[in-house]
């Protein structure tokens, strides 16, 4: 069946911007997960969704990062006034339930010039 | 101090050696480890779950020292795709993953 996917797979912005990121989870996996990875460290953890509702959003950096899953499908993470730091690779995962495999994306690409 | 620890490496191995990663972590309450594995510019994919009694699927061991809070890694007889980061991984109660920095493989003919 089909796996997550992650849009766009690349995305170049310039500083000061918004972007949003979109995540498609497995069907019927009601849990979803955001990490952000940057080159050379392991992801880490922003923000997680059980149903429509964030059930954990500790890892979330400031308040220029916000994310939805408003059907309790799709989620995307929306990022305001980027900065270079924010330049990673952001990854979606999704699994049955919390305590179930989580099953990565391909990732998104963020490139804050 | 991370809460999951590893050394980077990289590991240069000859094809058919043995080595072993390990990797410490700070929470005591963590029920759930993994290793994952991840190649280079793709997602992290799980490799394998980690069990006190230790596990084994194929040419992969793993096995956890909850007393030490240690998880190892040792695969056996190393081949050319076996390339790759090999990350280590606590899962908490909520479900979200903790990752280490990840261990790189380099397996030369």
């Known amino acids: 069946g089909a796996g997550v996917s992650q849009t766009p797979s690349n995305k170049v912005t310039e500083k000061g911007k918004y972007v949003e990121l979109r995540c498609d989870p497995i069907?019927?996996?009601?849990?979803l997960y955001w990490y952000r990875q940057s080159l050379g460290q392991g992801p880490e953890f922003l923000i997680y969704?059980?149903?429509?509702?964030?059930?954990?959003d500790s890892g979330l950096p400031n308040d220029r990062f916000f994310a939805v899953r408003p059907e309790g499908s799709v989620s995307t993470l929306k990022i305001q006034r980027t900065e270079r730091g924010d330049s990673a690779v952001y990854l979606c995962?999704?699994?049955?339930?919390?305590?179930?495999?989580?099953?990565f994306g391909p990732g998104t690409r963020l490139l804050v010039l | 101090r991370k809460e999951v620890e590893q050394d980077p490496g990289p590991f240069n191995v000859p094809e058919g050696a043995t080595v072993a990663f390990n990797c410490t972590y700070s929470?005591?309450?963590?029920?759930?480890f993994f290793w994952y594995r991840q190649d280079c510019r793709k997602e992290p994919k799980l490799l394998m779950s980690?069990?006190?009694s230790g596990n084994e699927d194929g040419r992969f061991t793993a096995q956890l020292n909850r007393a030490s809070q240690y998880i190892s890694l040792l695969i056996r007889d190393s081949k050319l795709s076996d390339s790759a980061t090999y990350l280590c991984v606590v899962r908490e109660n909520t479900g979200k993953l903790i990752f280490g920095q990840g261990t790189t493989l380099q397996v030369k003919p």
């Open positions: 995962a999704s699994s049955y339930t919390y305590r179930e495999t989580q099953y």
């Open positions: 969704f059980q149903g429509t509702g964030a059930a954990d």
């Open positions: 980690v069990y006190s």
């Open positions: 069907s019927g996996h009601t849990a």
């Open positions: 929470n005591s309450a963590s029920q759930s």
